[in-house]
């Protein structure tokens, strides 16, 4: 079956650090990667996703590279505030024709000014 | 502005006393979604349903229901909670349903239910 596989946190950051958050997967064909982000007290939200092998996403200055050959997905960032504290969790989806996400454990990311 | 509600926010309650959790999405989702969260379990999904009137189990299905009668609303029933029920809930809503891309829509999120079984 599919999993993800994300580091244990917390991962304590000084502002301005560089970020880097890894994450694994097991899925059969060809998933899509998603990287979401869930700050204290809210919902997730989707920080943001590739579709297949090679393609980069990015958002807000986040960015995550679609791996097919290591199976990959880890999440950067060049320098991270305090306003990036927050858990991370890696997801894919691999379902034939709907959205089912499969989610790793969560990272949580702790930026001290 | 699009949304996923969910009600209540807060709740505790005793063993054995059956309750429902409301989720309702305004953007004509197809797809809705309830997950369990929890300390270093991460989300897992409890059901799912592609469209009105399908509904499937997820990972975690055991003590809970659900139905889809409208497309908006997605409400899960525990008809008898226990306290290995205790978690915090988040409902989400997807464009995809059946026959739609797999995976590439975004999950819209509400903002949580905790839940608190005594």
């Known amino acids: 079956g599919n999993s993800v596989t994300q580091m244990e946190g917390p991962v304590t950051l000084s502002e301005e650090a560089f970020l880097t958050i890894n994450c694994t997967y097991t899925?059969?064909?060809?998933?899509?990667l998603f990287w979401y982000v869930q700050y204290p007290g809210e919902g997730l939200q989707l920080l943001l996703k590739a579709t297949k092998a090679d393609d980069k996403g990015s958002n807000k200055g986040f960015e995550a590279t679609y791996r097919k050959e290591t199976t990959s997905f880890h999440l950067e960032k060049g320098s991270v505030q305090v306003s990036d504290s927050a858990v991370y969790f890696c997801?894919?989806?691999?379902?034939?024709?709907?959205?089912?996400?499969?989610f790793g454990k969560g990272t949580m990311l702790l930026v001290s000014p | 502005e699009a949304q996923v509600t969910q009600n209540p926010r807060y709740l505790i309650t005793v063993t054995g006393k059956k309750l429902t959790v409301t989720c309702s999405q305004n953007m004509n989702h197809e797809y809705m979604s309830w997950y369990r969260q929890d300390p270093g379990l991460g989300l897992r999904q409890i059901y799912y349903?592609?469209?009105?009137?399908?509904?499937d189990k997820g990972d975690v299905p055991e003590g809970y229901k659900v139905s889809r009668k409208e497309k908006r609303n997605f409400p899960l029933i525990l008809e008898s909670p226990s306290p290995n029920q205790t978690s915090l809930y988040f409902c989400?809503?997807?464009?995809?349903?059946?026959?739609?891309?797999?995976?590439?829509?975004?999950?819209?999120f509400g903002p949580g239910t905790r839940l608190t079984v005594t």
């Open positions: 989400a809503s997807s464009r995809d349903g059946q026959g739609g891309l797999a995976g590439v829509s975004e999950q819209y």
């Open positions: 349903s592609m469209n009105v009137e399908v509904t």
């Open positions: 899925a059969t064909g060809y998933p899509s």
């Open positions: 997801a894919l989806s691999s379902g034939s024709g709907y959205s089912t996400l499969t």
